[in-house]
């Protein structure tokens, strides 16, 4: 799932934040696509946006991302 890739791209940039098009460059997708995902993200508030309008996931998005299978998804899935 698309929502899957973005918070594993998040996760794993070398910064702790990322814009749209870093994004959309590392998934090969358009950044309209990735914008929409993202603000769904923010929406279950596993992702926030900042002023300067850069992505990082928030405690709630680390805790899914490290959660079992039951209540999140696997960082394998990630890969």
Do not use: C
Not at 56 to 67: I, K, M, S, V
């Amino acid at each position: 799932m698309l929502m899957e890739a973005i918070l594993g791209k998040l996760l794993d940039a070398p910064e702790p934040q990322i814009n749209v098009v870093g994004i959309a460059q590392r998934l090969n997708a358009e950044q309209s696509v990735i914008r929409h995902h993202l603000h769904l993200l923010h929406d279950k508030g596993w992702v926030t946006e900042s002023e300067s309008g850069f992505w990082r996931l928030t405690n709630a998005g680390h805790d899914y991302l490290e959660g079992t299978p039951e209540q999140g998804i696997s960082l394998k899935s990630l890969g």
